[in-house]
């Protein structure tokens, strides 16, 4: 498989469940990003991993937790999310400044 | 405050008929503008990166221009399978040596046979 997947492509949780996004790029890039897309608002920018190494986004809640194994892969685990978590999680991978996309999570929060 | 300002927010077109789209952005040590295309329910998929006033770039009917002060994403004889939301990043200094883009809110384009 080519360019950036992400699993599962639709999710619905309820508030106190606990989930995982997953991302793997298969570009060899050394930074990859979660995006949170909502309706009427641009990209909001979670986290940035770069040489698997984090850079931190203090404006996150807690309840989002991003792990980078290593440069192909990345998660994002999800826990007591509240119904305005409900928007389409984005995953990106770069390797200078062009960042490349994968299809995204659609994620419903009950 | 950096930010970027798309328009118009929708625009719809007949087949043929060009036209432009608009990104004016104020961001503190430009380091790039990007335009994607965003169809239904999947991620934006990577158009251009403009660097510097001046330039110019094109892909098949899609011409990106770049001012000191905004984008222009020129459509010429538009198909429907253009049909989608168009967005504008620019990239700014983040977090020490780190970069971020700063997003504007889209330009949904739908082109009518």
Redesign the interface.
Known sequence: ETG?T?TPRHLVMGMTNKKSLKCEQHLGHNAMYWYKQSA????E?MF?Y?LEER???NSVPSRFSPECPNSSHLFLHLHTLQPEDSALY?C?SSHS????????T?LTVL | EDQVTQSPEALRLQEGESSSLNCSYTVSGLRGLFWYRQDPGKGPEFLFTLYSAGEEKEKERLKATLTKKESFLHITAPKPEDSATYLCAVQAPWAGNNRKLIWGLGTSLAVNP
């Open positions: 950036v992400q009427k608002k641009p990209l920018l940035v770069s850079v931190e986004n984005l990106a400044d062009t960042q490349y996309f994968g299809p995204g659609r």
